[in-house]
């Protein structure tokens, strides 16, 4: 089992730059496949990105390539999302989440979640 911590959020204006962290209170995270997802006001929570156990294969929604990389420290117990480029669109609660097994962009594989940090961009 694994206990998720975000950080990194904030309000940041249109063009801006945000670099968000995931480190696991509880367990190591070098055993779990990591992901961010993001769920804005009223709307569903979306996949963002997934990186494997040794960050040799990562994913993206289409929202995301070229403007977001997903990085994971596994001696810092750590998983990364860093955010350039930023439209107001991407405002929304980003959340990270653990999985055993391969990568995925489906929100029902991940098993444990933390508890989110909230992302905001101004025009």
């Known amino acids: 089992q694994v206990q998720l911590v975000e950080s990194g959020g904030g309000l940041v204006q249109t063009g801006g730059s945000l670099r968000l962290s995931c480190t696991a209170a509880?367990?190591?995270?070098?055993?779990?496949?990591m992901g961010w997802f993001r769920q804005a006001p009223g709307k569903d929570r979306d996949f963002v990105a997934t990186i494997d156990y040794s960050g040799g294969h990562t994913d993206y929604a289409d929202s995301a390539k070229g403007r977001f990389t997903i990085s994971r420290d596994n001696d810092k117990n750590t998983m990364y999302l860093q955010m350039k480029s930023l439209k107001p669109e991407d405002t929304a609660v980003y959340y990270c989440?653990?999985?055993?097994?391969?990568?995925?962009?489906?929100?029902?594989?991940?098993?444990?979640w933390g508890q989110g940090t909230q992302v905001a961009v101004s025009s």
């Open positions: 989440a653990a999985k055993r097994g391969y990568t995925s962009d489906v929100t029902g594989d991940y098993a444990y």
């Open positions: 509880s367990g190591a995270i070098r055993t779990y496949v």
